[in-house]
């Protein structure tokens, strides 16, 4: 009697855990809730690269990738520590610029393949405490989104070109001996140790955001172990999918069960149709580079990004959108410009995009739909890209009653027709944002 009484207790207690931890579909309650219903995030690429700002010996198409794309010795990059000044940051200004721009959290580069470290670490002096600044940025950064109640999150590259435990070297390294070098020495002692440092000194971390998974000496199973080491220093910490080796191209979705990462990670790409049950986000430039580049004038207009984000909140994906600033501490003007113009439509139309889900309709041509459950009843948010000329919008027909139609720029109600295949509503004649206007349609039950 006592041993079955046992055997409940501990099968309850194993099986409560498994639901806490559920890392399901979208649904249940989970540590997933908060991204999903969050859309919309920073990238930030900044590191020692920004002091040459994509220019090496004439060349000018580099960025964060610099010290191997124009191949520059180890030594000589390491001579931009001395030159990494930023006196202008401020973390608060940062911090502000996401979040006017209706962006719930920011995924920074702690380390990017360089090796060069934006933290405190006990484990390097490559880092920013040997740089003049001599101020942790992360712990500025994390304070900061702490005050403004934004999530702060981790990018950390696997890869290293600076560790010299990390293998491969690049093939152009030849003055970089291997001799010695111990890649399960670096992954114990140097990676677990300062992931062990990013989840402790900084309090709540949302995200790590792993990348350079792809290289030989990186493998499924310490994938799998890094996976659950990261889980155990913060159990409600999301880790992406290049924490392991199922990530496919750069369409970025992973490729099987056996493979860890809470999401799939689409870079400079949106998928074609996302994946029901399946989370993702999309990561993106505003211009053709990650770290700053002052040459780079390739620049998406608001309007393309704000249409972006739509399209990938209608699949229900995030959205995480990158900013390279310069190496003064500043954020480059034309960053600026386009988070304030995204910030002023979210002021408007965020609530067509947190907390929505994908699409109920597979090809609208005037633009995208979002959608959203209100107690027992269906919001569907109609994101209009081209205005019709006639000013009638149409939409496939649905199985639910249609309850009200409203302009969602001042809530005025719109006259609406339900035909067999389709519903026609009347529009004013001027759309009320030049990139995308947003129709909101309120339906009985759920869709
Ligand atoms: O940090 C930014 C870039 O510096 C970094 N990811 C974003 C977020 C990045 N590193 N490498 N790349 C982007 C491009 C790498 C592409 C490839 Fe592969 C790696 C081609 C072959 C190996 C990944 C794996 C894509 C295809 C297979």
């Excluded at 093939?171 to 992931?195: C, H, I, P």
Aim: hydrophobic content about 35%; glycine content about 8%; some cysteine.
């Amino acid at each position: 009697m006592k041993k079955t009484l046992v055997t409940i207790i501990i099968f309850l207690t194993v099986f409560s855990t498994a639901c806490v931890n559920d890392t399901g579909g979208p649904g249940g309650e989970d540590r997933m809730d908060w991204w999903r219903d969050a859309r919309f995030g920073m990238f930030i690429h900044w590191g020692l690269y920004a002091v040459p700002a994509g220019e090496w010996d004439g060349t000018t198409n580099h960025a964060e990738w610099i010290r191997t794309t124009a191949q520059i010795p180890l030594e000589t990059y390491d001579g931009f520590v001395e030159q990494f000044n930023p006196v202008a940051f401020d973390a608060d200004e940062w911090v502000k610029m996401a979040k006017n721009a209706g962006m719930k959290y920011i995924v920074i580069t702690s380390k990017h393949h360089d090796g060069f470290c934006l933290f405190d670490s006990e484990y390097t002096d490559f880092d920013i405490m040997s740089t003049p600044f001599k101020r942790d940025i992360l712990k500025e950064l994390a304070d900061a989104c702490d005050r403004e109640d934004i999530v702060i999150c981790w990018y950390h590259s696997i890869m290293d070109w600076h560790h010299p435990d990390y293998l491969p070297r690049r093939n152009w390294e030849t003055d970089r001996s291997t001799e010695g070098a111990d890649f399960d020495r670096y992954v114990e002692e140097y990676l677990k140790k300062q992931l062990a440092e990013l989840t402790g000194n900084y309090g709540r971390i949302g995200v790590l955001w792993f990348d350079g998974e792809w290289e030989d000496t990186w493998t499924h199973e310490r994938g799998v172990d890094l996976y659950n080491y990261v889980l155990g220093l913060q159990d409600d910490i999301i880790i992406n999918n290049r924490v392991d080796k199922g990530r496919q191209g750069m369409a970025g979705m992973t490729a099987g069960d056996e493979f860890r990462g809470d999401f799939g990670t689409p870079e400079q790409e949106i998928p074609a149709r996302g994946l029901p049950g399946v989370d993702w986000e999309t990561c993106m430039t505003m211009n053709n580079h990650w770290g700053y580049n002052k040459f780079d004038d390739n620049w998406k207009s608001s309007g393309e990004l704000i249409q972006k984000l739509v399209d990938i909140a209608s699949k229900g994906g995030n959205f995480l959108l990158n900013v390279g600033p310069k190496a003064d501490g500043t954020f480059p003007q034309e960053s600026i410009e386009r988070l304030k113009a995204i910030g002023d439509w979210m002021d408007i139309y965020g609530e067509s995009i947190y907390g929505t889900t994908a699409s109920p309709f597979s090809d609208i041509e005037w633009g995208r739909c979002t959608k959203k459950q209100v107690g027992k009843n269906t919001r569907l948010y109609l994101h209009v890209f081209d205005w019709p000329e006639d000013n009638k919008l149409t939409v496939p027909a649905l199985e639910n009653k249609l309850k009200k139609a409203f302009i969602m720029d001042g809530m005025a109600g719109a006259d609406f027709e339900v035909q067999d295949d389709r519903i026609i509503i009347d529009l004013p004649e001027t759309p009320p944002d030049d990139y995308c206007s947003v129709i909101i349609l309120d339906v009985k039950g759920i869709l």
